[in-house]
């Protein structure tokens, strides 16, 4: 006698067996990595130079300069606090990469112990007030690498206090790093112009790609990327303008900041049980957002950095809201007198305010009607990155001439 087991049942049972499969090799593979790379029983090799990362997240900054040092056969020590961070699958024999569990004090108290010459992060914060990693006694200098083109005036305050060296974007940024050090009577850090990493990986990956249009789809998709806290537009201007869109007949991506999820998942939840009765307003995820990018017509952001990578990247037109300063208080550009994304935010496109969100609607279509020229947004590019494509090579010739100092 056998029993009938349905299509439908079968293939749950199957998709059951498989995801349970999936997350016993998933526990297996998180013991293994545990056991030889978090707890080695041999003491590991402390390389001069070191890298810092909060997990795949950051793994556009580094991926590149990874495979630079790699290439190069130079021994470096990689930090994560991130068990999914792509870097720790890496098996060669110049990368001494080790896992602390972000979630433990002791981790952080086994950080407090690494020994460099030179520990290069992009993690802002630092041994700064209220932040569980402090300044490692045993590194001599720690520089910062930018994961995104503003200049600080988004950082909070005293976020960089404790690097010794800032690895700048271009040029652009000096001054406001001078203006808060002066302000805050804080010594002068050496600042080096040297490139935008993440950028350069994306960069790199549109040159071999064609870039995907919405036109075939008959109707315009508009991309909305607020930045997180007091500094996004979802927070300033409310979910009103985003359904305008939606009612207009456009095709509406919201891809909120990563940090978003961790630091105001309550509001964003809100936000999203508005968005529930519109099918043409989806959410974005992702932790990479090229394929966004591509798949839209028109950016329409705030402070968020992302406004620089879809012009510079793809060409197409942004829509800046504009924040105001009495809502960043808490951030450097209080010490600063003028915010360089601010002045950069018009060679972008249109910028607009509280008195213009009523016409969002009729400002997108005119917009998009206009577009913008991508020859004057490329020399703005060529005028604002430095070593555009080959940072990670520049990064490594630093990084390797201050360990031999």
């Not at 690895?167 to 935008?196: A, D, F, M, N």
């Not at 790609?209 to 007091?230: H, Y």
Request: charged share 25%; with cysteine.
């Amino acid at each position: 006698m056998f029993a009938y087991l349905d299509p439908g049942s079968g293939s749950a049972l199957v998709g059951t067996l498989i995801a349970v499969a999936g997350a016993a090799m998933f526990s297996v593979k998180s013991f293994v990595y545990r056991l030889l790379r978090k707890e080695p029983l041999v003491k590991e090799i402390e390389p001069d130079i070191a890298i810092f990362s909060e997990g795949k997240n950051y793994w556009g900054t580094f991926h590149l300069l990874v495979e630079e040092l790699i290439t190069r056969k130079i021994h470096f020590a990689y930090y994560s606090l991130d068990l999914h961070d792509p870097a720790l699958l890496i098996d060669s024999e110049y990368m001494h990469a080790r896992l602390f569990d972000k979630n433990k004090s002791a981790s952080f108290a086994r950080l407090l112990k690494i020994k460099a010459k030179i520990l290069l992060a992009t993690t802002p914060n630092i041994g700064t007030p209220g932040y569980p990693l402090k300044r490692p006694a045993g590194v001599e200098k720690m520089a910062h690498v930018f994961h995104a083109f503003a200049d600080i005036s988004a950082y909070h305050i005293g976020s960089l206090d404790n690097y010794d060296i800032v690895l700048t974007v271009g040029s652009h940024q000096e001054k406001y790093i001078r203006e808060v050090e002066s302000k805050r009577g804080l010594p002068p850090k050496r600042l080096i112009p040297i490139g935008l990493p993440y950028f350069d990986e994306q960069f790199l990956k549109k040159q071999d790609m064609e870039a995907v249009s919405s036109q075939s789809r008959g109707r315009k998709t508009i991309l909305v990327a607020p930045s997180w806290g007091a500094k996004g537009c979802l927070r300033e201007y409310g979910m009103d303008f985003v359904i305008a869109l939606a009612n207009a007949g456009y095709c509406v991506i919201i891809r909120p900041h990563p940090q978003s999820f961790i630091a105001e998942s309550d509001f964003i939840s809100e936000c999203q049980k508005k968005t529930e009765p519109y099918p043409n307003i989806v959410w974005d995820t992702e932790t990479i957002g090229t394929k966004v990018m591509e798949a839209s017509d028109m950016l329409i952001s705030d402070t968020s950095s992302i406004r620089f990578d879809y012009a510079f990247l793809y060409g197409k037109p942004v829509i800046t809201l504009n924040i105001p300063r009495t809502s960043q208080t808490e951030y450097e550009g209080v010490n600063m007198s003028e915010i360089w994304t601010d002045v950069a935010a018009p060679r972008l496109g249109r910028v607009l305010g509280k008195d213009d969100i009523g016409d969002i609607v009729g400002v997108v279509r005119s917009v998009l009607d206009i577009m913008s020229t991508s020859d004057e947004v490329i020399a703005f590019r060529a005028a604002t990155i430095t070593n555009l494509g080959t940072s990670a090579h520049a990064i490594a010739e630093f990084l390797v001439k201050e360990a031999e100092v």
